[in-house]
DNA sequence: AAAAGATAAATCGCGCACAATACAATTGCA
DNA sequence: TGCAATTGTATTGTGCGCGATTTATCTTTT
């Protein structure tokens, strides 16, 4: 039998790798979701609360653009983390359009914790730091090809 | 001055494998987002559809477990593709629990469309076979670390 | 100094994702 | 045969994510 040139809608869905990329992100979010049920917390809400104990209090706006998340996702999450007790809000005075989103001594406490959570993926990620360190790379170049795709 | 040991609180989000793929996803999603604009699908109803057609009629448990997802989530999602007059549903009657989901004609149709998507797609992926190949292996056995890593 | 434009955050509507639950059909087993 | 466990799908509630719009504040222009 003649082999013809295999064209695009050939490709099963295990052999895309959107589709990987989309997997690797539900397995993400299974792993954190179970490693951070004693913190309380959601995976975005804990990438949040990194940001805010590495960075210090950064305004909504920085917020949404570390986590490239829009305004409509931020303002919610952040809404819930302010119920919990673990952020405060506050209005810069300097310019009052922005909004200073301040840890509480609860959402600093809460760091402790979080050690417990990272070690418990790094041993779930399984690959040893010069192989994630390659991964990091290819992943980010990736992306970078895609968002500069989408830009034009 | 003392160079004291990394510790995992030290770790900024971009040195974070999980938020690696976390922005790729996005990226992916934004691309989607825009390639699929002209055919009126989102981005998971675009798996699903090229599920459809490359497997034929499958049942709502297929199509949940092959895209990993939870019936709370498939089964709006094929509500939507009905409306669309995408594919029709029809109970099997050899086991009425099982609900079967069908392409009509139109959603078989829409296939046409899907190639100019692919290729959009792979353009904006912009990596050669060979190196996407790695790729996909690549992420493929992260998330089978991680998958078993969530199963214990 | 007033009008026009730009920017920051919040709000709304829609769709995805999962846990928990409900319910009906089927299977297994005593 | 009869009834309990299992299986397949649907439903509900909560949270994430984005586009579009709104409101308030700040900046620029004139």
Not at 105 to 116: F, I, N, P, V, Y
Not at 129 to 151: K, S
Request: charged share 25%.
């Amino acid at each position: 039998m003649k082999t013809r040139l295999k064209s695009t809608a050939d490709i099963g869905l295990d052999q895309m790798l959107c589709f990987a990329v989309y997997k690797a992100e539900q397995a993400f979010n299974r792993v954190y979701r179970q490693a951070l049920e004693p913190l309380g917390l959601t995976y975005p809400q804990f990438l949040t609360m990194r940001l805010l104990w590495s960075a210090g209090n950064l305004s909504v706006g920085e917020i949404s653009e570390r986590l490239g998340l829009d305004s409509g996702t931020v303002t919610p999450l952040l809404k819930r983390l302010t119920l919990m007790g673990l952020v405060k809000k506050a209005r810069r005075t300097d310019d009052e359009r922005r909004v200073d989103i301040f840890l509480t001594d609860e959402g600093r406490a809460l760091e402790a914790k979080s050690e417990a959570v990272m070690q418990c993926i790094a041993q779930a990620i399984a690959v040893d730091g010069q192989e994630g360190d390659e991964m990091l790379m290819t992943i980010n170049r990736l992306t970078a090809n895609l968002t500069d795709a989408a830009e034009r």
